[in-house]
Nanobody
């Protein structure tokens, strides 16, 4: 079992920055690819960023490329999402996720992931 706990959300003005953290329990978290998703009311959970287990490969949704950076520190069992140049349309609940596979790929759809955090609210004011 892996438990994920997100933190770092909050209210920020457009153009500002936030860094989300996802702390994982379980010694084998470093084996698993991870991702960040976001969701707004009435919409499906959408992919934001993904990272392979070693951090060697990352990928992003087109809407956040160049503004967001995903990274991980496996020694700390933590995945991060650095969000810069935030826009009001980035407002959502952000979730981290882990996929229980020992692989080298980035995964893009919510149904591919096995473990989820509880989410953290990010609100960007205009």
């Amino acid at each position: 079992q892996v438990q994920l706990v997100e933190s770092g959300g909050g209210l920020v003005q457009a153009g500002g920055s936030l860094r989300l953290s996802c702390a994982a329990s379980g010694r084998t978290f470093s084996w698993y690819p991870a991702g960040w998703f976001r969701q707004t009311p009435g919409k499906e959970r959408e992919f934001v960023a993904g990272i392979t287990r070693t951090g060697g490969n990352t990928d992003y949704a087109d809407s956040v490329k160049g503004r967001f950076t995903i990274s991980r520190d496996n020694a700390k069992n933590t995945v991060y999402l650095q969000m810069n140049s935030l826009k009001p349309e980035d407002t959502a609940v952000y979730y981290c996720a882990a996929k229980m596979v020992i692989g080298v790929s980035v995964y893009y759809t919510a149904d591919q992931y096995d473990y989820w955090g509880q989410g953290t609210q990010v609100t960007v004011s205009s």
